[in-house]
């Protein structure tokens, strides 16, 4: 939700109003008890791991305050006679009372108890849950209290914020007839009514139309819209309307905006600026299966100003098939100022496109293919003097000598993505001797790598490494070791051959926080009492699924007691079973911190 600043118009609050309600607030708890959560301790020497009880300690009165449920609050203020004084209390403060309250309330929270909340606590942003935003009463109040708002009140003669963000999310009732909750917020700044499938496209221009100070609009998964949407307004700066399925074609007039996101809708075929917008930097049309190649004169034309000092500088376009070649070679004469482009999935843009691209967009900073093919390294050659790139994935169809020029050449590369591609040992020993800045190497499925890759392998930034289907050694982990010092997270999943040994080198030498062992069949209990001794304070993901010498009693032992960052661990079914019975029985129910899966699908960084 997007905050605001307001001008210094506020009353500042009387003196000792905020102690009060703070003193008052530790009085009168909410349902739940509010209690910090245990500290870790353990018996071994570092006193750190394994869990033990420690006496609960109270949060703070300040912290209590903004943790009452709605009902407590009102109360509070009620009972000691503060409801004239409290407008003036600080606006940041008045909105974590409201945000907290309805948080803490959830199903509680009554149409009537609603208003009274807002009544007595005005506050510029209102993000309601499904529960609450799904009922015409609390429509009806939002819309008389936008209507009634002013920025004074005439008794207290304080400073009362308009209503500047709104989140209707998952509002099942939201239409065109209850659209006075924000057609009547005339100061509306951020606006999301995602989920609301009963809005229809017409009501959507409405908003945009009437809605005069409106920045931020997300329209989300509304899958009421059909066919045309049409988005009209002189102040709108960002547009969210991912995944509108039912959307056929998208015309635009806001001459301000900036980002325009709207992935996944499968079914839209053309995207129209209607007039010149100079100031559009962001276009995200992922996923737009049926997006017609025509947006050289659609969108890009009407980008950035007429003399090109302006332009897009971020397009996505991957999983767009219906791309082609042709289409993108003319785009590149509007892309000069692009640093982001993703190409993902459009498999008819060849080898001219990729020419013309890397010719004329030098400021590149992240470039994504895949799934093109190419013979001509033309584009290779040209692409290297492309000197800001960051980040780059590469199709799966480059040699394993256009990977190396291309590291050798490029001295900022950060992150580098050669998933499948066919590789040999001494070209990527040659690439790696000059990537001396990577931090990501992502070779999931370069089988036609061994060991030998790897031998005195000196990448001094790399903090992952993902070698998924890469048939290495324990030989091959030891060269990683020594040579990776920051390395915290490596992928050696499908692999046959590393054991405890390999395994117990690089563990000693890297604090490791995020571990993929996937079916790695010689892997056991050994493992993990190295992940107990060495990474046990900065393991946060850890995937054994298909290790099937792991047994569940050294998965309770070496990992659930110990790792207190772990967030996800993945295992056998079975095991997963014991480890959830485990957290049950010692830890009084499973670790809120703790995501169990048991799953066979692949697991990628």
Known sequence: TRTMSFPPRQVTAPEGLLQQLSILASKVPPKRPLMQRPTNSNNNNNNEGRRTSQPNKMISPDKMATSLEAHCLLTIAQNCDIIPHIRS?????????????????????TPSLFSTLIHYFPVPTLDLPSSLSSSSEVLAIIANNSSSNSDVDVKSRTYVPPLVSLSLRHCTVLDGASLDAILNSTHLVSLDVSYCNRLVSNDIHLITKTCTSLQDFAFARCLGLKDNVYL????????????????????????????????????????????????????????????QPLIDKDILAYCGHEDGSTGVRELMLQGCTLMTDQCMTLCTKYMKHITRLALFA???????????????????????????MYTSREWIEHL???????????????????????????????????????????????????????????????????????????????????????PISNQGLVSIASGCPLLEGIDLSHNGMISDDGLGVLLQNCRMCILYLHKCHLVTDTTLANIREYCSLTLRILDIFGCDMVRPPS???????????????????DAADQVTLHMTQHHGGPLQRLMLTSTRNDVFF
């Not at 020993?429 to 000059?434: A, E, I, K, L, S």
């Open 346 to 372: 459009c498999h008819h843009v060849g080898e001219n496109a990729l020419t013309a691209i890397a010719k004329t967009c030098t400021n590149l900073f992240e470039f994504y293919l895949s799934g093109q």
């Open 89 to 109: 209390l600080p606006i940041d403060l008045r909105q974590a009372l409201v945000d907290n309250a309805i948080k803490q309330t959830k199903s509680d929270m």
């Open 384 to 470: 290297q003097h492309c000197l800001h790139l960051d980040t780059l994935f590469l199709p799966s169809s480059i040699t394993g000598q256009d990977v190396a020029a291309l590291m050798t050449a490029l001295p900022k590369l950060r992150h580098l993505d050669v998933t499948g591609a066919s590789l040999n040992d001494d070209d990527l020993r040659v690439g790696m001797r000059h990537a001396t800045c990577l931090q990501h190497l992502n070779l999931y499925e370069c089988d036609t790598l061994t060991d030998r890759a790897f031998e005195n392998i000196q990448l001094p930034n790399l903090s992952f490494l993902n070698l998924n289907s890469v």
């Open 555 to 573: 998965i309770n032992h070496d990992i659930v007691d110990v790792c207190p960052r772990l967030e996800k661990l993945n295992l056998n079914m």
């Open 232 to 291: 009209e307004s002189n102040t709108l700066l960002r547009v969210n309307m991912h995944v509108c399925t039912n959307v056929k074609s998208l015309d635009v007039r806001c001459p301000l905006l900036i980002t325009l996101t709207a992935q996944g809708c499968l079914n839209m075929e053309s995207v129209v600026l209607q007039v010149r917008h100079p100031h559009l930097e962001t276009i995200v049309l992922s996923g737009c299966s049926s997006l």
